[in-house]
Every structure is written in structure tokens, then in C-alpha cells.
């Protein structure tokens, strides 16, 4: 295992890699939560077995015109 990304690094890498062993077999565990501005997703590395969770912040909208 190499070292565990920084929270920047991990954004950087748009979440696509395991933060512990940056492999890509990484899957969501379960929905994504809500509250508020905030929401969040667990995730875990099939490879080494870690497990965290994924933090989302609102950053806008786009209007559906109908």
C-alpha cells in the first residue's frame, strides 16, 4: 500500500480511486444521503478492503424549461 491520499488529492482525482490503495475497484455502498446543502455516499475498495464515505456540497443549478 502506498501513502493515503490527502482530501485534496483524492478530490483532484475526481473520487475515481481508492484514497488507501488507489485502486479503481472501488463501488458505492448503499444511496446517496441528503441534508440540507450537504450530502454524502460510503463507499469501499474491493481491493484492499477499505472503507469511506463521500462528501458532496451543492456548487448550483440548471433550469429545465419545459
Not at 448503499?30 to 451543492?58: F, M, R, V
Amino acid at each position: 500500500m502506498g501513502n493515503i491520499l490527502t482530501r485534496e488529492e483524492y478530490v483532484a482525482k475526481g473520487g475515481l480511486i481508492c484514497p488507501v490503495c488507489n485502486s479503481s475497484a472501488i463501488e458505492a455502498v448503499g444511496q446517496i444521503e441528503a441534508d440540507g446543502p450537504g450530502a454524502w455516499q460510503h463507499a469501499k475498495c474491493s481491493s484492499c478492503g477499505a472503507n469511506w464515505t463521500d462528501e458532496y456540497s451543492l456548487t448550483g443549478f440548471v433550469m429545465n424549461v419545459s
